[in-house]
């Protein structure tokens, strides 16, 4: 069965980093395209950032610059690296997965929260 796990959420002042993880299991993950996406209260689940298996990165234009999605060399593993954190940052944040074959299969995470204040 496919599960995708985060962690590496927390609160941060502005300006500070953390690094979120991702672990999947039960897919291949070469065949599958990687991805955070976040969602604040009120508003619509909206993407962060993708990355192929062949290492293509896209990132929506709020975090260019200041996050790095990567993929480990082993186990699975998707990284968001967050740089320079500001308060609308704060959101709960989910791994994504998505077949480069059949966009009809998914999966997502249970998300981690993310909180950016003073």
């Known amino acids: 069965q496919v599960q995708l796990v985060e962690s590496g959420g927390g609160k941060v002042q502005p300006g500070g980093s953390l690094r979120l993880s991702c672990a999947a299991s039960?897919?291949?993950?070469?065949?599958?395209?990687m991805g955070w996406y976040r969602q604040a209260p009120g508003k619509p689940r909206d993407l962060v950032a993708t990355?192929?298996?062949?290492?293509?990165?896209n990132y929506a234009d709020s975090v260019k610059g200041r996050f790095t999605i990567s993929r480990g060399n082993a186990n699975n593993m998707v990284y968001l690296q967050m740089n320079n954190l500001q308060p609308e940052d704060t959101s709960i944040y989910y791994c994504?997965?998505?077949?480069?074959?059949?966009?009809?299969?998914?999966?997502w995470g249970q998300g981690t929260q993310v909180t950016v204040s003073s």
């Open positions: 039960g897919i291949l993950l070469r065949a599958y395209v």
């Open positions: 994504y997965t998505q077949s480069q074959f059949n966009a009809n299969v998914e999966f």
């Open positions: 990355i192929t298996s062949s290492g293509s990165t």
